[in-house]
């Protein structure tokens, strides 16, 4: 009787763990036919009961295996729902640590290539942003903060040569417009050339090298009006002769009274656009030019036909004044209030002065 009792639990037995291993292989099959058509939630289900039938290495490596992939499942879709609301900074952040944590692991390849591929979009879309904030930005002059879009967009792409030719361009145009400032002409020619070179077609480029070539001619047809005039001043400056009529000695003293006036001009001013080894400052400048222009009204007008002459050199000292004012104005940044007529006033003035001194006789 005991031996019949003994035979049938071991009966019993051996039917329970036929059992069980039938349900084992039944979820695991279940959990890799889900695992491989991408259905990891239904896997890791299937696994885990596999897992509460018989516990052992095989089933604990799908469960490992399959939460990974659970994990970098829901952080690709993070990047793509952050890329497709155009938050591209942490569409690339998301992403690129998948890629980073995961490219050598050979159970994730498909993962991490899809990963790979949103993470190239939000890349390209974030470069094509901040190419575009930076044109903005240089339209409206702000140069540093397109240089700072700029940047970042060579950190996302170091190849990138559009945002390497802005670069240039801006360095440039900084540095043409202090080289402009500070009356280094040719050198400011060259940086604007530089930058257009950089940025074909660019107006703002285009202008200031049109300024800078403009000034450079002005400052030369000044100096070399001057330089020539002063020549012409120290040859033809006389002493009045006793054997001269009253009538000549008064036209000798005018002439002298104007020279000498011109002579005084020479030193003030135009010997500072020479660059002067003592370069003084526009407001030292300004109060000399005035200075003269008081003396100059003094200055007596013996015939009436010369008077255009005294006026024009009075017209002259003006349009100088003007262009020291124009000067202070343009060191304090305000481009505009340059005015480009006023050089070439000051040389027409000044000839004409010149030429009414050679006409008299």
Not at 9 to 34: N, P, R, W
Not at 65 to 88: M, V, W
Not at 200 to 206: F, G, L, R, S
Not at 234 to 242: A, F, G, L, R, Y
């Amino acid at each position: 009787m005991r031996n019949k009792a003994y035979i049938s639990m071991l009966l019993t037995c051996f039917v329970l763990t036929g059992c069980t291993e039938d349900q084992y292989d039944e979820y695991i099959l279940k959990g890799k036919t889900a695992f491989l058509k991408q259905d990891y939630q239904g896997a890791l289900i299937n696994f885990n009961k596999a897992a509460n039938e018989k516990s052992d290495e095989k089933v604990q490596e799908l469960i490992n295996e399959t939460n990974l992939k659970i994990k970098i499942q829901a952080s690709i879709k993070r990047g793509k729902t952050a890329l497709e609301s155009k938050e591209y900074v942490s569409a690339i952040k998301i992403l690129s640590n998948i890629v980073s944590s995961y490219n050598d692991n050979t159970k994730l390849i498909d993962m991490v290539e899809d990963a790979q591929i949103e993470l190239n979009k939000a890349k390209l879309l974030r470069e094509e942003s901040l190419l575009k904030v930076a044109n903005s930005s240089i339209e409206g002059e702000d140069y540093d903060y397109a240089t700072k879009m700029l940047s970042e967009l060579l950190v996302i792409n170091e190849s990138n040569e559009n945002a390497k030719k802005l670069l240039k361009y801006i360095e440039n145009i900084n540095n043409g417009s202090e080289a402009l400032d500070n009356k280094l002409y040719d050198k400011a020619v060259s940086y604007f050339t530089i930058a257009l070179n950089a940025k074909p077609n660019d107006k703002k480029a285009e202008k200031l090298k049109g300024e800078a070539l403009n000034d450079k001619e002005m400052e030369e047809n000044i100096v070399n009006s001057t330089i020539q005039d002063e020549t012409e001043i120290n040859e033809s400056i006389q002493q009045p002769d006793t054997n001269f009529s009253d009538e000549d000695n008064r036209k000798i003293q005018f002439v002298k009274d104007i020279q000498a006036s011109m002579e005084d001009y020479y030193r003030s001013f135009t010997s500072q656009l020479r660059g002067s080894s003592e370069m003084i400052s526009t407001s030292s400048i300004k109060s000399e030019v005035r200075l003269i222009y008081s003396q100059a009204l003094s200055i007596n007008v013996p015939y009436p036909n010369y008077q255009p002459i005294k006026d024009n050199w009075l017209h002259c000292l003006e349009e100088t004044n003007k262009y020291l004012e124009n000067l202070d104005e343009v060191s304090n940044g305000n481009l505009s209030a340059f005015a480009k007529n006023t050089g070439n006033k000051i040389t027409v003035y000044y000839e004409k002065t010149q030429n009414g001194l050679d006409s008299i006789k």
